[in-house]
């Protein structure tokens, strides 16, 4: 059974400052996504990560994959208040395909404090 | 552009009735899926789709029932509501995920509680 972790589960930070979120997972797989969430509201895509050593990046975010390691990591650079909302890794369980089935982690709430 | 429209958004229901969610998208995608978050526990596959005629179960199917007779629908079906199914449902499509960058789109979510 594939099990994904992220940590923190909850992060409080200051405006300006930097930090990671760590998205672990327990089976082989080259194909990881990050999902935002904003409260009350619906889910939408970040990043999509398909091989080991991606990177992608938008705006104060950057994502990577190192699927050797079984890690991806989602980090935010000189956050600011717009950036809060809960963020979510997911992971497909099949490495070089996919068996439909996309495994999320319990998800970061990240809250920006002016 | 619609993308994925989920109905009702809101429902309450009584232990033991049944109700059918519905989800419809206008994306042409093969791909489709329903998900339910519960507080603490991130979001767990209900069941899936891969195309009209074509369902699976996936990690948390009891208590439900899809079917998928087109392309643009994927209903989820609660036969007998339990408290234990109080939950946010969310639909969500894709691409089929093997062949493309294909993430999720997921619809605005429907808030059911089981009294």
Redesign the interface.
């Known amino acids: 059974e594939l099990k ?1 972790e992220q940590n923190p589960l909850f992060l409080s930070m200051q405006e300006g400052k930097n930090y990671t979120i760590y998205c672990n997972y327990s089976t082989t797989s080259d ?1 990881l ?1 990050w ?1 935002r969430q904003d409260p009350g ?5 970040l990043f ?1 990560l ?1 091989s080991n050593g991606a990177v992608k990046q938008e705006g104060r975010l950057m994502a990577s994959l190192d699927t050797k390691a079984r890690l991806s990591t989602l980090h935010i650079t000189a956050a600011v208040h717009d950036l809060s909302a809960t963020y ?1 890794c ?1 992971v ?1 369980g099949v490495r070089g ?2 068996n ?8 970061t709430l990240l809250t920006v404090n002016p | 552009n619609a993308g994925v429209t989920q109905t009702p958004k809101f429902q309450v229901l009584k232990t033991g009735q049944s109700m059918t969610l519905q989800c419809a998208q206008d994306m042409n995608h093969e ?1 489709m ?1 329903w ?1 339910r978050q519960d507080p ?6 209900i069941h ?1 789709s ?1 195309g009209a005629g074509i369902t ?1 179960q ?2 948390v199917p009891n208590g439900y029932n899809v079917s998928r007779s087109t392309t643009e629908d994927f209903p989820l079906r609660l036969l007998s509501a339990a408290p234990s199914q109080t939950s946010v449902y ?1 639909c ?1 499509s894709s691409l ?3 062949s493309y ?9 429907t808030r059911l509680t089981v009294t």
């Open positions: 994904v194909r996504y999902y509201k619906s889910l939408e895509s999509v398909l979510f997911a497909d395909g996919s439909y089935k996309l495994t999320f982690g319990k998800g | 791909y899926s998900y603490g526990m991130g979001l767990r596959l899936y891969v699976d996936g990690e969310f969500a089929l995920p093997s960058n294909s993430p999720l789109h997921f619809g605005n979510g």
